[in-house]
């Protein structure tokens, strides 16, 4: 979300994905990146008696490469996804357990990509949904294109949003706490779009409206965005088997062509942020004290007043004539019209 308060000029409105990337992969790198999925997993296989450390804390010359980035951090989400959701222990020669994703990449300069778990694994949260559809269509589409040759820009795009400068997590996003609810990192990603900051939100068309809507309704002095581009468009419908004689298919019908259905979707959306409270409050400024006659604002005053009487008496002494014949009318008229009244009785 980007705010125009307090701007001289419009913002810049980020409305697709593109104008999120902090950096565009550069085609010479996209050769570096892991060919597929099954020669990503044996690698790891190699390093089981290299240092372990250099995969956490890589060396200072990744950072120059997005695609040395990129791969970093593949291979940090499929160890958390083993270690830890998984709870598989990949490396057999010591005990190593990825419970938190620390990313050293990650800089301010770049997007927030912001999105909520996935889901939930034995209580605990999973990898956030951005970053999950980042790393699948990695694996299942940009690999394919890349064997045959026929890399399309958007999969440039959305590899290079997965790029670590970007941070996908939520504040205070913990892997390991069990106890951490869905609704305390909503509120987390709530504090963050309202810090206008260089952050958004990532999610289902239904719940970016309703995420909309509850925004504009208790954070009016401010303006929030919604992108136009549509990550993943998918069509989807009913069949009814064996349905006889029954009118429910029939029925059904009627309610869609009639908007039924689709308000009862809005509504359901509506009933998830029904009990939802802002998590700030934004305290109403106070009035601006009394401006007292002080000082230079009231020397400022006499010398306004001063010179609007000398004015005043200027005029009058040029018009004195002028006023003298005006003011002798006027009283001849009164007499005259007197006079008139007295002849009418």
Not at 206 to 225: G, H
Request: a negative charge; charged letters at 25%; one cysteine or more.
């Amino acid at each position: 979300m980007i705010s125009e308060l307090n701007s001289p000029l419009e913002a810049n409105r980020p409305t697709a994905f593109e104008d999120v990337i902090c950096d565009t992969v550069d085609k010479t790198d996209i050769a570096k990146l892991p060919a597929n999925f099954k020669h990503f997993t044996k690698s790891f296989l190699s390093m089981r008696d290299q240092n372990y450390s250099m995969l956490l804390h890589p060396p200072e010359a990744s950072r120059k490469f997005g695609s040395d980035r990129i791969e970093w951090y593949l291979r940090m989400l499929y160890l958390l996804e083993k270690n830890f959701v998984e709870d598989v222990d990949y490396f057999w020669n010591e005990y190593v357990r990825i419970q938190e994703l620390d990313n050293p990449f990650v800089s301010d300069k770049c997007f927030k990509l912001l999105s909520l778990p996935r889901g939930y694994i034995s209580g605990f949260s999973d990898i956030p949904d951005f970053l999950s559809y980042l790393a699948s269509y990695t694996w299942e589409i940009f690999t394919k294109e890349r064997e045959a040759q026929t890399v399309s820009q958007r999969s440039i795009n959305l590899v290079s949003l997965l790029d670590p400068r970007h941070n996908h997590y939520p504040k205070n996003f913990k892997h390991s706490d069990k106890n951490q609810m869905r609704l305390q990192i909503q509120n987390s990603v709530e504090d963050e779009i309202v810090h206008c900051g260089k952050s958004v939100y990532i999610a289902d068309s239904e719940n970016i409206e309703a995420e909309l809507q509850f925004l504009d309704r208790y954070y009016s002095s401010k303006k929030f965005f919604k992108g136009q581009e549509i990550l993943q468009m998918e069509n989807y419908g009913w069949r009814f088997s064996l349905k006889g004689e029954s009118n429910v298919p029939k029925t059904f019908q009627d309610l869609i062509e009639n908007g039924i259905y689709g308000r009862l979707s809005e509504e359901e959306e509506r009933q998830k942020y029904l009990h939802r409270k802002p998590i700030r409050k934004f305290e109403i400024k106070e009035s601006a004290p009394a401006v007292e006659l002080r000082g230079a604002l009231l020397t400022l005053f006499i010398l306004c007043g001063g010179i609007t009487l000398g004015a005043s008496l200027v005029f009058a002494i040029e018009i004195r004539e002028i006023f003298f014949i005006l003011i002798v009318n006027i009283i001849n008229y009164l007499i005259s019209l007197r006079t008139m009244l007295r002849f009418q009785r």
